[in-house]
């Protein structure tokens, strides 16, 4: 074997477990929020007034994450999380091939129809590129 085939070989593998890596440490974040957003909605099924503890209890969360985690916690992403909870219930099913970009826009769909032909879809098109 010629060296340059060696050294393409080697680059490969790395690139390879760089791009696992980076997909790992992707889904990791993404069950991060999925649990935060469990979090917040099993809290708020134990308050009284559901809709107006929900905005409370959100906007306080948030207050309270800003000064050590930034702005990465806000209410608006507070709220997708526990929306990405209550689309995507059963963390078994999320996709490792789906980025929070893919599942943010998913969520942002208003009928679980279409919400589930764009999934459908996306892994389509994520195969494609993979393969």
Same mark, same amino acid.
């Not at 010629?2 to 593998?13: F, N, P, R």
């Not at 992403?77 to 599942?103: C, K, V």
């Given at each position: 074997?010629?060296?340059?085939? +060696? @050294? &393409?070989? !080697? ?16 889904? %990791? $974040? ?23 503890y929900g905005q409370y +209890? @959100? &906007?306080? !969360? ?16 507070? %709220? $997708?999380?526990?929306?990405?909870y209550r689309i995507f ?43």
């Amino acid at each position: 074997m010629e060296i340059s085939h +060696l @050294i &393409k070989d !080697i680059q490969e593998i790395i690139l390879q477990a760089r791009d696992r890596a980076v997909r790992s440490v992707n889904f %990791e $974040r993404m069950v991060m929020y999925w649990q935060i957003g469990k979090r917040i909605f099993e809290e708020e099924q134990l308050g009284k007034e559901r809709a107006e503890y929900g905005q409370y +209890l @959100i &906007k306080n !969360i948030a207050i309270a994450l800003k000064p050590d985690h930034g702005q990465s916690f806000t209410y608006r992403q507070l %709220e $997708r999380f526990r929306q990405f909870y209550r689309i995507f219930p059963n963390t078994s099913a999320l996709r490792t091939q789906f980025s929070w970009t893919h599942y943010k826009l998913l969520i942002s769909v208003d009928s679980d129809d279409k919400r589930e032909f764009y999934e459908s879809e996306s892994k389509k098109e994520i195969k494609k590129t993979v393969n």
